[in-house]
């Protein structure tokens, strides 16, 4: 009987690992490729702006349809996400770089936000079960007992 074929967790991990990467770097070569595609036929006149306003539109519809979201966008978000699209489309590097810069201040302004606001720490059951032992017994006039910690 031949023995099972043992593998370390680290022999797991690389193999993982390297498998996302070649995901990725197959993920990035098919997206350009289809930006090549899509700028061929947007230059030959084969594909409008309107049509690719319409082509989002009809994703959500289709989306919506499906149960993957719960109600299409409007109509001003459709079109900023056909801009979007159409921007990489006609290789408009200077509006990627305005809509890149607005999208990380953006991203600072919420992280600026988030850090003023309170915080909330749960504690770990190791340090819940410290202040079960060192509270007063339940019935001896003393608050102990509780989970709650402000």
């Not at 309170?118 to 017994?137: E, K, N």
């Amino acid at each position: 009987m031949q023995m099972p074929m043992q593998i370390s967790l680290d022999e797991v991990i690389t193999m993982l690992l390297s498998r996302v990467e070649s995901l990725a770097m197959n993920d990035e070569n098919n997206k350009t490729r289809f930006n090549i595609i899509m700028r061929v036929l947007y230059k030959k006149g084969l594909i409008t702006d309107q049509e690719v306003r319409d082509s989002v539109k009809e994703e959500h519809r289709m989306l919506k349809e499906l149960g993957m979201i719960q109600e299409e966008p409007a109509d001003d978000v459709v079109n900023m996400v056909a801009e979007n699209i159409l921007q990489w489309v006609r290789g408009d590097t200077a509006a990627i770089k305005r809509s890149m810069e607005e999208y990380e201040k953006k991203l600072k302004e919420y992280a600026k936000e988030e850090s003023r606001r309170t915080s909330l720490t749960v504690a770990s059951p190791d340090v819940l079960h410290q202040l079960d032992r060192l509270a007063p017994p339940p019935g001896s006039g003393g608050r102990g007992g509780g989970k709650l910690i402000i």
